[in-house]
T-cell receptor, first 111, second 114 residues
Framework: DQQVKQNSPSLSVQEGRISILNCDYTNSMFDYFLWYKKYPAEGPTFLISISSIKDKNEDGRFTVFLNKSAKHLSLHIVPSQPGDSAVYFCAASNYGQNFVFGPGTRLSVLP | GAGVSQSPSNKVTEKGKDVELRCDPISGHTALYWYRQSLGQGLEFLIYFQGNSAPDKSGLPSDRFSAERTGGSVSTLTIQRTQQEDSAVYLC????????????FGDGTRLSIL
């Protein structure tokens, strides 16, 4: 039973345009959500997080939106750059206990 | 550097052998996690240590897998009698505390079972 889903295994976007990566979860007890970026042969690196008391968090080109009623969050990257090409993982936790990761979405930003 | 360090970076071993993977977390981080990523898959939670509390072992796939954390710092993940399906990248992460804290990952150990 996948508690965190990323239904798009891959996404291609033109440089300068917006990238939107989506994530859905099933456990309504999740209260903290994170996005990580992963390059090949490296560990994931933390990008941005959001607590369940918020519906938006912004950090530079990255914005995460949380829709608790829909159990959905999304990561917006604007403008997209070729260096953003990586696998993006959505993760969720329940009061800081186990972090459950989604399967990832591979983003390709085309020059 | 000040990041999470994992060793070895690559390990090739024969089926049936035991392997030990090591993780040095960031100094001062009380929480430590082990994950594995099989080819084409997401991150699978294995085990979680928080301070002196009993570890959460709910993600360990079989009793061939065990982990310990000595002195609240270095951790070793041991896989006994390795099988081919154990081939994966094993990732370690640490964080400042258990709650609302992002994890910092090492670069992983790529384990290949022949």
């Amino acid at each position: 039973d996948q508690q965190v889903k990323q239904n798009s295994p891959s996404l291609s976007v033109q440089e300068g345009r917006i990238s939107i990566l989506n994530c859905d979860y099933t456990n309504s007890m999740f209260d903290y959500f994170l996005w990580y970026k992963k390059y090949p042969a490296e560990g994931p690196t933390f990008l941005i997080s959001i607590s369940s008391i918020k519906d938006k968090n912004e950090d530079g080109r990255f914005t995460v939106f949380l829709n608790k009623s829909a159990k959905h969050l999304s990561l917006h990257i604007v403008p997209s750059q070729p260096g953003d090409s990586a696998v993006y993982f959505c993760a969720a936790s329940n009061y800081g206990q186990n972090f459950v990761f989604g399967p990832g979405t591979r983003l390709s930003v085309l020059p | 550097g000040a990041g999470v360090s994992q060793s070895p970076s690559n390990k090739v071993t024969e089926k049936g052998k035991d392997v030990e993977l090591r993780c040095d977390p960031i100094s001062g981080h009380t929480a430590l996690y082990w994950y594995r990523q099989s080819l084409g898959q997401g991150l699978e939670f294995l085990i979680y240590f928080q301070g002196n509390s009993a570890p959460d072992k709910s993600g360990l796939p079989s009793d061939r897998f065990s982990a310990e954390r000595t002195g609240g710092s270095v951790s070793t993940l041991t896989i006994q009698r390795t099988q081919q399906e154990d081939s994966a990248v094993y990732l370690c992460a640490s964080s400042l505390g258990p709650r609302d804290q992002p994890q910092h990952f090492g670069d992983g150990t790529r384990l290949s079972i022949l």
